[in-house]
């Protein structure tokens, strides 16, 4: 392909689209509001993610020590439960510790604690932090079997359904963001094989004449990708407005959410959407061609 012909196919796309103003501004549109409902989506999809990746690494063991364990044993103890494959972190909480998180917990109501009458009926424990969920239950078991253990817990079944809501989530997740976007390009396909049947008599003339279907189909592909371009750069536009101020919003009165900050996520985001639209154009732009081409 020489300059001229690529000269022929640039002017031939921007003639394109000024003459099919209409449809260029509907073609244009459409891509935006289908590439952002897709970003949107995709916004979602992450952060639930990101979301419940958080919630995987708060997921810990309780140890319970007995209460005749003493301070040697103790130590032995942690030593022993931080050299435990799968395991990150282990915090030791003494009897005092654990005696003064309960009043926290207990608040306004702490007279209940008179009725120990200054007995501490915490025992020495530990929170063990663990690499995976998956192994959770395994380190469990073999935590339980040491030795000065009364009881090691982690809360099977709350973390079982937390965890099978994820793997729902994420399944779900997935199957949405494809189906979305099958859904867009089948919005921009039928959107641009309107712009293609308005000048099917051009197309069938240059069939006629000898143009090869690459000669014909460039230009219209070039104007796909423009027009998905355009219209990834509009749905951009709008959604990083809109994720900044969501984040604005939210660290002012939910902070303790674990959301993606705006960098880099919105920058991966926008390359992505932008390649989609110029991938969706020129796809959109070839399919719709090909029933044209058959003269």
């Keep these: ?3 001229s012909t690529k000269e022929y196919f640039v002017r031939e796309t921007y003639k394109s689209i000024r003459r099919n103003g209409f449809m260029s501004i509907a073609s244009i549109s459409t891509v935006a509001v289908s590439l952002m409902v897709l970003g949107i989506f995709l916004l979602m999809f992450l952060n639930t993610n990101n979301l419940a990746q958080h919630l995987e690494k708060q997921v810990q063991v309780g140890v319970y020590m007995q209460d005749d364990a003493s301070q040697d044993e103790l130590d032995a103890m942690k030593v022993k439960l931080e050299k435990m494959n799968g395991v990150v972190k282990v915090t030791p909480i003494s009897k005092k510790e654990a005696l003064e998180r309960f009043k926290e917990r207990l608040g306004d ?3 209940i604690l008179e009725s120990l009458g200054g ?10 932090q663990v690499k995976s969920p ?10 339980t079997k040491m030795p000065k253990v009364e009881t090691a817990r982690f809360g099977q079944d709350v973390v079982e359904h937390l965890f099978h809501l994820i793997r729902v989530l994420r399944f779900s997740g997935i199957m949405i963001a494809l189906f979305l976007g099958a859904a867009t390009l089948f919005i921009i396909v039928n959107t641009i094989r309107l712009t293609v049947f308005a000048r099917r008599k051009e197309v069938e003339i240059m069939k006629y004449v000898g143009a090869t279907d690459w000669f014909i189909r460039w230009p219209f592909m070039l104007e796909g990708m423009t027009l998905g371009f355009l ?3 509009v749905a951009n536009i709008l959604l990083n407005i809109s994720y900044a101020s969501l984040m604005n919003t939210i660290h002012a009165t939910l902070a303790f959410l674990p959301l993606l900050p705006t960098q880099p996520l919105m920058t991966y985001l926008t390359i992505f959407l932008l390649l989609a639209g110029i991938g969706i154009g020129a796809l959109g732009s070839y399919i719709s061609l090909r029933k044209f081409l058959r003269v």
Excluded at 119 to 128: C, E, G, M
Excluded at 135 to 143: C, L, Q
Aim: charge should be negative; hydrophobic fraction near 40%.
């Design 1 to 3: 392909m020489n300059f």
């Design 109 to 111: 109501q702490q007279k």
């Design 119 to 128: 007995d501490n009926p915490f025992p020495n424990s530990f929170d063990v």
């Design 134 to 143: 998956d192994v959770i239950k395994e380190i469990t078991n073999e935590i």
């Design 231 to 233: 219209g990834a750069v």
